[in-house]
């Protein structure tokens, strides 16, 4: 298995040389997806720099583990959107309802759906504090009608 990962990351290697594309092999992670219980013993090579396994990648702010479990993704998010809102909830008195919801969906929203694609299907209890954050908006906002509208698809 290990053999055949390292032929691999030649092979990106050479197509990188090819395409005139450098890659920093000291940033390249990696990590073992596997459903089995016993992890495997591998220690692939990229460029001649040994790739140590971690138990957690980070690929554009988003935190995969070798379970695929996103709590602690959907938790940095929800933390992040909750600071974010409450700025907003701060400076509300200057701003109309239409004006918070755009700042809302601009800051808050945008921040709460990124790769949202790659953990919509998480359990209802890891996704309770992104609710949480939807319902504080709402009570900021003012005008659920308004809301409502602007949400629909």
């Known amino acids: 298995m290990v053999e055949r990962l390292n032929v691999s990351l030649q092979a990106v290697s050479e197509w990188g040389d090819a395409n005139l594309v450098t890659f920093n092999a000291s940033k390249t992670q990696a990590c073992l997806f596997s459903a089995k219980r016993s992890l495997f013993d591998l220690t692939p090579t990229f460029r001649g720099v040994s790739i140590t396994l971690t138990d957690r990648l980070q690929l554009l702010g988003i935190s995969l583990t070798p379970t695929l479990?996103?709590?602690?993704?959907?938790?940095?998010l929800a933390q992040v959107a909750a600071k974010k809102l409450g700025i907003l909830a701060k400076v509300r008195q200057y701003?109309?309802?239409?004006?918070?919801?755009?700042?809302?969906?601009?800051?808050?929203?945008?921040?709460?759906?990124?790769?949202?694609?790659?953990?919509?299907?998480?359990?209802?209890?890891?996704?309770?504090?992104?609710e949480s954050i939807e319902k504080r908006a709402r009570k900021l906002v003012g005008n659920d009608r308004l809301f409502m509208l602007d949400f629909r698809v």
């Open 69 to 76: 479990n996103f709590d602690t993704c959907i938790e940095s």
């Open 95 to 130: 701003f109309t309802s239409k004006q918070l919801l755009n700042l809302y969906q601009a800051q808050v929203r945008s921040c709460m759906e990124y790769c949202s694609h790659l953990w919509d299907g998480s359990a209802k209890y890891q996704l309770e504090a992104l």
